[in-house]
Every structure is written in C-alpha cells, then in structure tokens.
C-alpha cells in the first residue's frame, strides 16, 4: 500500500469538495427557484434529523476506523484493519435500520410535536430509508481515509451531488404543483438515492481495491479486543456528534419560533431561516472545503505520526496547518465583505448581504474550529471536544432564545460568533500543551489582515467599474478573481507564508 501524503489526500478531497459546492449551488439555485425562501426552510427543518441520524449510526465509527486503520498500517497490522472495518459495517448499518425504522413510524408525531411542521411528514418517512446504506458508506468511505486513499471518497461525494441534482430535477417541477411539502420531498427522495447509489459505489470500489491489494495477514487481536477498542473510541465521538447535531437541531427549531417572537409572521420566519441557513450559510462554508479536506486528512496522518511516535512531524503539520487555516480564513472574510452586496443577488437574485457581511466576519473562526476539531481529533482528545462541543451550543442557544426576540436573525449570528471564539480559543491551547506548538502572531494574524486590508482598497475601488463595463455575473467573477491573485501576492510579499512552509506538502 503506497504512501499518500497530508496534502495529496487534501488536495483529492478538495478538489472533490469544490465540484461537489458547485454542483450544490446550482442544485440550491435550482430549488430556491422551484420552491422559494419558504420551501427552502421546510427542507432545512428536515436536514438535522438528517445529520443527527449520521451522528448517531456511524459518525464516532467512520473517524474511529479512520485512525485505527492508520495506526495499524503504520505497524504494518493488514489483517487488524479488515477486522476493524467489518465489524464497523456490521454495527452502523444495524444502528442505521434501527433509528430509519423509528423516524418511519414515527414521523407523524416528530413533525408535529417536535417541529410544529406537519409538512415535513413526508419527507422524514423518505428520509429514514437512507440510514442503512448511509452508515455503512461512511464506514467504507473511512477505511479509505486512514489508507490516504482519498480518491474514492472523493468520487463518491461528487457521484452522491449528482444523483441529488437528477431527481431534484426530474421531481421538483412535477411535485410542486401539489404543495411545497411536495417539493420538499423531492429533494429527500435525492438525498435517499444518492446515499443507496453512493454506498453500491464504494462497495464496488472495496471490492476491486482488495483484489489489487493483496496483503493477506491474520488479525493479531481477537474479535472481543478488537470489539472493544472499535466502540470504546466510537462512543465519546459519537456524543459530540449527537450532542451537536442535537443542539443543532435544538437551534433550527428555536430560530423561527424566536422569530415570531422577534415580530415576523410564520411565513417571514421560516423565509428568514431558509435564506441564512439555505442560501447564506453555503455561501460562507464555500471555501471551507479546502480545510474540511485537510481536517479529514489530518486525522489519520496525525494518528500515525503518534502511533510511531514522531513528535517532530506533529509540530510541523499542526504548525503549517494552523498558519495556511488563519491566510485562508482571513482571504475568506474579506470576499464576503467586500462582494455581499452582490453575491446573494447574482446567485440566489435575493438579498442576504447582511448575512453574508455579519457571517463573512465570523467565518475565519468557522474556518479553524474545523481544523483544530480535526487535529485534536487526531491527537486522542474526544472528551475535550464533546466538553467544548457542549459550552459553544450552550452559548447560541442561549443567544437564540434571550437575543433573537430582540435583535432578529443577527442576535442568532452574534451568538454564534461568540461561541466560535471561545472554542477556537480553548481548542488552540489545548493544541499547544499537547503538541508544543509555538503561536506566532505575525504571520498568523497579523499580515494576513494587513494582507486582506490592502488588497480590500483596491479591489472596492476598481470593481463597480468592472461591474458598469462587464455587467454584474462576470464583472463579480472577475473581481473575485483579482483579489484573490492580490491577496496571494501580498501574502507572499510579506512573507507570511514561504517557500519552507511548502514542505508540508511532501509530510
């Protein structure tokens, strides 16, 4: 089994990643126009039971069997690795039957007394098919991360998107006439397709890795150890998950209850919710899908480097990673900023530039909670995670219910900020106890503003020119663009990244 390096997996993934937003913004323009701001909330209301059933069938296995099958590749363990990865199949595609079989019979009372939504009945009951070939894909999918075999994960995720756009498609026009409950469905249904045709891919996939790579090696633990340490490592991964995807779905039914409160009818509510959680919200994780790919990367790279004990190499990875997180993140909020006022409108033809201004200054802190997730994760501090997991959910619940009925859409915003910046704070320095990393302040804060600050100027004062000359689509592609090359050269001028720090790529 060839040797993948940090960036390779990475660069494998966000190349996946970016075609996957792609075709997902299309996907969303399509259905904001199908089905409007108030369809597009329906849907939204739908998506944390969606996630919280990920989380509790196979999110504390997938990143488990990520790190384990690194560290028993890194000892040269074979056989320990497909004893890990059966036993995981076996486990979530049983969890994933269970809970589908709960949301199915069950729907009727979870959309009306749990989301005072009766709409979303039917979309729940489509929903809950998809859970078995869900977790047992995202199981596959992990084994193929701890081997740094990114590229078929990566083809999975685009082929699952595509699949998603093909009924939504073919659906949504002829299901809308009935009701938008109806065109909610239609994207469920896409959802449901695309997990059952992605996990029939990755088993294909499994099937013909095995053949050309034929590495035959009896387990050296036995089926009980092996058991034992799939789930007592799955189980404090799978609370933060469930926490969080609870607490999240906590949030998504607060905010346009706390609307209501706040002055909006019904209607004005869940339009609001749909346009920031539906279209702004996208918007903002856009560029994440670089440093989402590295975060998955570094799970295994890191587990390996501790699993052989090499320090030198963790300090280095968290170090350059940390360093390239706060350039891109930066880079990032400055684009939001500077274009808000015409992004939504380009995309979406609504306007969500107060979103997209409040949410484009919290992002670079979005942007590095989920890359230090991914390196604490890799270093064994689950319980640490689970424990901030629950203070930053504390504190935007808190803001929802008491800042919402006050200050509207932007007291969920502020909330969410502030929980950001005390769980990047926390996860920060508990990264630099464990793996002694120094923070450097210079390059990691301060030129990437001085950076994004200057190539602001510039771009705001040439770009309404290119808009009046260019009109507004290819006059915001361009200027995109441009201050993206000014904001690489400025980062490169001063110095804040250099050619040394490239070498992460070859680790």
Same mark, same amino acid.
């Given at each position: ?14 190349? @996946? ?16 126009? !199908? ?13 944390? %039971? ?28 074979? +056989? ?110 896409? $959802? ?38 799939? &789930? ?17 779905? %906590? ?66 990875? &968290?170090?350059?990673? !940390?360093?390239? =997180?706060?350039?891109?993140?930066? +880079? @990032? ?72 009925? %006050?200050?509207? $859409? ?7 900020? $502030? ?38 100027? $510039? ?13 507004? !689509? ?14 690489? =050269? ?18």
């Amino acid at each position: 089994m060839t040797k993948k390096s940090i960036i390779a997996s990475a660069a494998i993934l966000t190349l @996946a990643g970016i075609i996957t937003r792609l075709l997902g913004f299309v996907y969303r323009i399509y259905m904001s126009n !199908v089905i409007g701001a108030e369809g597009m909330g329906l849907y939204q209301l739908i998506m944390p %039971v969606y996630a919280l059933a990920w989380s509790l069938s196979c999110s504390g296995f997938t990143t488990t069997l990520s790190k384990l099958t690194a560290q028993e590749k890194a000892k040269g363990q074979y +056989g320990n690795m497909s004893r890990f990865l059966n036993q995981s199949i076996i486990i979530t595609s049983f969890i994933g039957l269970f809970i589908g079989l709960l949301l199915f019979f069950f729907s009727e009372a979870i959309a009306i007394y749990i989301f005072k939504e009766p709409r979303i009945i039917l979309s729940l009951r489509i929903l809950a098919l998809g859970f078995p070939f869900m977790a047992a894909g995202s199981c596959i999918r992990g084994y193929f991360f701890g081997l740094h075999e990114a590229s078929i994960p990566a083809v999975s995720q685009v082929f699952e998107q595509v699949v998603r756009m093909f009924f939504i498609y073919i659906l949504a026009s002829t299901l809308m006439p009935r009701g938008i409950e109806y065109a909610a469905a239609a994207a469920v249904i896409g $959802i449901v397709a695309g997990e059952i045709l992605s996990f029939l891919y990755v088993i294909y996939a499994y099937s013909d890795f095995k053949k050309k790579n034929t590495v035959s090696k009896k387990p050296s633990i036995t089926h009980s150890k092996s058991l034992y340490t799939l &789930v007592s490592m799955s189980i404090p991964l799978t609370l933060n998950r469930v926490s969080g995807s609870l607490l999240s779905t %906590v949030e998504n039914l607060l905010i346009p209850r706390r609307l209501l409160a706040y002055g909006l009818t019904n209607t004005e509510a869940i339009s609001e919710f749909g346009k920031i959680t539906g279209m702004a919200m996208p918007l903002i994780q856009f560029p994440s899908v670089i440093l989402v790919s590295l975060a998955i990367s570094l799970v295994p790279a890191i587990s390996e480097a501790m699993a052989v004990k090499n320090y030198s190499k963790i300090n280095f990875t &968290v170090s350059k990673t !940390v360093l390239f =997180t706060t350039v891109i993140g930066v +880079g @990032a909020a400055g684009g939001f900023i500077l274009f808000a006022d015409m992004l939504g409108q380009v995309i979406y033809g609504q306007d969500i530039s107060r979103m997209l201004l409040y949410l484009g200054i919290l992002s670079p802190f979005l942007y590095m909670q989920m890359v230090l997730s991914g390196i604490l994760n890799g270093l064994g501090q689950q319980v640490f995670i689970f424990r901030n997991g629950l203070i930053s959910s504390a504190i935007s619940i808190g803001f929802i219910y008491f800042a919402v009925p %006050v200050m509207g $859409i932007s007291g969920f915003i502020l909330g969410w900020f $502030i929980s950001l910046l005390i769980l990047c704070t926390l996860n920060l320095d508990r990264i630099k106890k464990i793996a002694n990393i120094e923070i450097d302040p210079i390059n990691w804060f301060f030129k990437p503003i001085i950076s994004v600050i200057a190539t602001f100027f $510039i771009v705001s004062f040439i770009k309404e020119h290119i808009y009046y000359i260019l009109g507004d !689509v290819i006059g915001l592609i361009l200027s995109i663009v441009i201050m993206g090359i000014l904001y690489l =050269t400025f980062i490169l001028f001063t110095g804040c990244i250099s050619k040394d720090d490239f070498k992460i790529l070859k680790n």
